[in-house]
């Protein structure tokens, strides 16, 4: 089940969630709907269909992986903000942080997923001002381009605001 949510297989998926384990996880943590949010080159369709199916059967969506991550983590990194929004209204906790300390806002940022990373900042997630210039060293690092170098950006305009404004963590 968890091979096939990862690799957008639906009909497979569907199938086995028939008489599957939802909560069944790998070596790594991961479950069913964590491999689903955790690869970006599944189509947008497919991913939609299973994380549906899924979120139908009942998935923890609190149960994280070895590193921390949730789903709505994972799929802010990886996910369009559809999937983000079907997350949220299942009942995903958008403010979990991983063992890293990130949030979803920093995942998205990290990832160069500026739609979500858009998203989440509309929402009201915050990043703090370690987390901003961690973010944006880590992106000018990696050689940012397109949407990453647009992330930078924002949030190198956002470190340059007054100092009451900043959130430190």
Do not use: W
Not at 3 to 30: D, F, P, T, W
Not at 67 to 88: D, H, K, P, R
Not at 107 to 135: D, H, P, T
């Amino acid at each position: 089940l968890i091979i096939l949510a990862q690799n957008g297989h639906y009909e497979l998926v569907a199938k086995c969630l028939e008489s599957g384990n939802v909560r069944a996880e790998n070596a790594q943590g991961r479950t069913a709907l964590l491999a689903a949010v955790s690869k970006p080159d599944i189509s947008a369709v497919d991913r939609t269909k299973i994380i549906r199916a899924i979120v139908d059967k009942k998935a923890n969506f609190h149960k994280a992986d070895k590193e921390g991550n949730t789903a709505i983590l994972l799929a802010a990194a990886n996910c369009e903000v559809s999937i983000l929004q079907l997350l949220i209204s299942a009942g995903c906790d958008v403010n979990v942080e991983n063992r890293r300390g990130d949030n979803a806002l920093v995942m998205a940022a990290r990832a160069g997923n500026i739609e979500s990373f858009m998203f989440l900042s509309e929402k009201g997630l915050l990043m703090s001002y370690a987390k901003q210039q961690e973010v944006v060293d880590y992106l000018q690092s990696t050689r940012a381009s397109g949407n990453a170098l647009r992330i930078c950006a924002i949030l190198q305009a956002d470190s340059q605001k007054s100092p009451e404004n900043k959130i430190d963590k």
